[in-house]
C-alpha cells in the first residue's frame, strides 16, 4: 500500500496560484457495485480526476475501510473523506473534509458532529481541511437537505451566499464547499460562483447537478477551483470519454 499523501491543501493552494483547475469524483460507498470495482477505478485513473471524494449523506454499508484499501492499492490520487458523520472517518484516506454546514442551523452539523469526530481524528494522520459547507437551492430536496433537516440557501440571493462564504473565511475556514446536491437538477448559479470567486481569497470547490464536460468547464470559467463529480460518473463511468 502506498504512503499517505502529504500537503493536500497546500497543493490545492498552488493549484490556484497557478491557474490549474482541480477535479474529484465523489463515490458513495453505499453505492458501490463491488464486481464492477476494478474497472471503476481503471476509468479513473484514466480519467483527468486529481482527487477522489469518498462519502456520503448516509453511509450503510461496512465496506469503508475495504474500499479505502482498494483505492491506495489501485490509484494514485489523493483520497479525501467527504463525510456525513463520525462513522465515515477512516484513518486509511490521506485528508478530510472537515464540514461545518454554515448554510443550515442544525447544531449537529455546525458544530455537534465536529466535536464528536475530533477525538477520533486526533488519533489518525488525516489531514484536516476546515471546509465551509454551503447548500444551495436546487430544484429539488437533495439527500443533504433531508438528512441535515436543513433548507438550502436561495439559489436567486446572491448577497447571502456572499456573506455566509465570507463568514466562513473569516472563521478560519480552509476551504468554501459551494454544493448543489446529489442529483440536483439545477447546478450551482455560475454568476454566484463568480461573485464569491471575486471576493474571499480561500479555494472554491462546487459540486452537484452538473451533468457534462460543458458544466465542469462552465463552473472553471465562473471561478470555481475544485469541480466534484459524483451522479453524473456513477451513472456513466465513460463520461470523460465524451
Same mark, same amino acid.
Given at each position: 500500500?502506498?504512503?499517505?499523501?502529504?500537503?493536500?491543501?497546500?497543493?490545492?493552494?498552488?493549484?490556484?496560484?497557478?491557474?490549474?483547475?482541480?477535479?474529484?469524483?465523489?463515490?458513495?460507498?453505499?453505492?458501490?457495485?463491488?464486481? %464492477?470495482?476494478?474497472?471503476?477505478?481503471?476509468?479513473?485513473?484514466?480519467?483527468?480526476?486529481?482527487?477522489?471524494?469518498?462519502?456520503?449523506?448516509?453511509?450503510?454499508?461496512?465496506?469503508?475501510?475495504?474500499?479505502?484499501?482498494?483505492?491506495?492499492?489501485?490509484?494514485?490520487?489523493?483520497?479525501?473523506?467527504?463525510?456525513?458523520?463520525?462513522?465515515?472517518? @477512516?484513518?486509511?484516506?490521506?485528508?478530510?473534509?472537515?464540514? @461545518?454546514?454554515?448554510?443550515?442551523?442544525?447544531?449537529? /452539523?455546525?458544530?455537534? $458532529?465536529?466535536?464528536?469526530?475530533?477525538?477520533?481524528?486526533?488519533?489518525?494522520?488525516?489531514?484536516?481541511?476546515?471546509?465551509? $459547507?454551503?447548500?444551495?437551492?436546487?430544484? %429539488?430536496?437533495?439527500?443533504?437537505?433531508?438528512?441535515?433537516?436543513?433548507?438550502?440557501?436561495?439559489?436567486?440571493?446572491?448577497?447571502?451566499?456572499?456573506?455566509?462564504?465570507?463568514?466562513?473565511?473569516?472563521?478560519?475556514?480552509?476551504?468554501?464547499?459551494?454544493?448543489?446536491? @446529489?442529483?440536483?437538477?439545477?447546478?450551482?448559479?455560475?454568476?454566484?460562483?463568480?461573485?464569491?470567486?471575486?471576493?474571499?481569497?480561500?479555494?472554491?470547490?462546487?459540486?452537484?447537478?452538473?451533468?457534462?464536460?460543458?458544466?465542469?468547464?462552465?463552473? /472553471?470559467?465562473?471561478?470555481?477551483?475544485?469541480?466534484?463529480?459524483?451522479?453524473?460518473?456513477?451513472?456513466?463511468?465513460?463520461?470523460?470519454?465524451?
Amino acid at each position: 500500500m502506498r504512503q499517505k499523501i502529504p500537503n493536500i491543501y497546500q497543493q490545492i493552494i498552488q493549484a490556484k496560484i497557478d491557474g490549474r483547475k482541480l477535479l474529484a469524483i465523489l463515490l458513495d460507498p453505499d453505492k458501490i457495485v463491488w464486481e %464492477n470495482l476494478e474497472d471503476l477505478l481503471f476509468k479513473i485513473n484514466q480519467s483527468p480526476a486529481t482527487h477522489i471524494f469518498v462519502g456520503g449523506s448516509i453511509v450503510q454499508t461496512t465496506i469503508l475501510e475495504e474500499l479505502m484499501t482498494e483505492l491506495k492499492q489501485k490509484t494514485n490520487l489523493p483520497v479525501v473523506i467527504f463525510p456525513g458523520d463520525p462513522s465515515q472517518i @477512516s484513518p486509511q484516506a490521506d485528508a478530510i473534509l472537515f464540514l @461545518s454546514l454554515l448554510s443550515g442551523r442544525n447544531a449537529d /452539523y455546525l458544530i455537534e $458532529y465536529q466535536v464528536q469526530a475530533a477525538p477520533i481524528l486526533k488519533k489518525t494522520n488525516l489531514e484536516v481541511l476546515s471546509t465551509g $459547507y454551503i447548500l444551495i437551492e436546487s430544484g %429539488n430536496e437533495t439527500a443533504v437537505a433531508r438528512v441535515s433537516k436543513t433548507q438550502p440557501l436561495d439559489r436567486k440571493d446572491l448577497d447571502l451566499v456572499l456573506a455566509t462564504a465570507q463568514a466562513g473565511e473569516m472563521l478560519g475556514n480552509k476551504l468554501v464547499y459551494l454544493e448543489a446536491g @446529489s442529483g440536483a437538477k439545477k447546478a450551482v448559479p455560475l454568476e454566484m460562483i463568480t461573485l464569491i470567486a471575486q471576493n474571499i481569497e480561500i479555494p472554491i470547490i462546487v459540486g452537484g447537478g452538473i451533468v457534462d464536460l460543458q458544466g465542469i468547464q462552465e463552473a /472553471y470559467n465562473a471561478g470555481a477551483d475544485l469541480v466534484v463529480i459524483g451522479t453524473a460518473f456513477e451513472n456513466n463511468s465513460r463520461f470523460f470519454e465524451a
